[in-house]
């Protein structure tokens, strides 16, 4: 019997970030994908396998929270990490919703994203029910 790993799915605009945290994901043993757009994203096809979502708030054409409301309008419950090099007190002030795990300022701390992603991973248990 094979145990699939937990896919993350990064979403940014910025190469750079994207490619970081996919590497640093695989390097933790997560499956990793990165995506440029979230449009691209929501053509990814085992979209809903992904177990969390590493979307940045601000890139062109749809951003990572419209993203977000995106996919709970489809119906998709992906726990989501939101990162920003804008952050904007208000936007987090008004709370993001029970999908949202945490929002991190860029550079974020590698353990500090780690720690949003195991918070996700649990939450994904609980609902499996494992």
């Known amino acids: 019997m094979t145990s699939k790993k ?9 190469q750079s970030v994207r490619e970081a945290t996919k590497g640093l994901m695989r390097s933790l043993g997560f499956d990793a ?5 979230a449009d691209d994203f929501l053509k990814f096809p085992p979209l809903r396998r992904t177990a969390c979502l590493v979307t940045d708030i601000h890139m062109p054409g749809t951003s990572g929270l419209d993203l977000h409301h ?8 992906i726990p989501t990490v939101l990162i920003t ?14 999908d949202i795990v945490g929002y991190l300022e860029k550079p974020f701390d590698e353990q500090d994203l780690l720690n949003c992603i195991r918070s996700a991973l649990e939450r994904g248990d609980d609902v499996e029910g494992d």
Do not use: Q
Not at 33 to 37: K, M, R
């Open 33 to 37: 994908e990165s995506f440029s757009s």
């Open 70 to 77: 995106k996919l709970v309008a489809l119906g998709v419950s």
């Open 6 to 14: 937990p896919l993350i799915a990064i979403v940014d605009d910025d």
């Open 85 to 98: 090099a804008y952050p904007n007190e208000n936007l987090r002030a008004r709370g993001f919703g029970p």
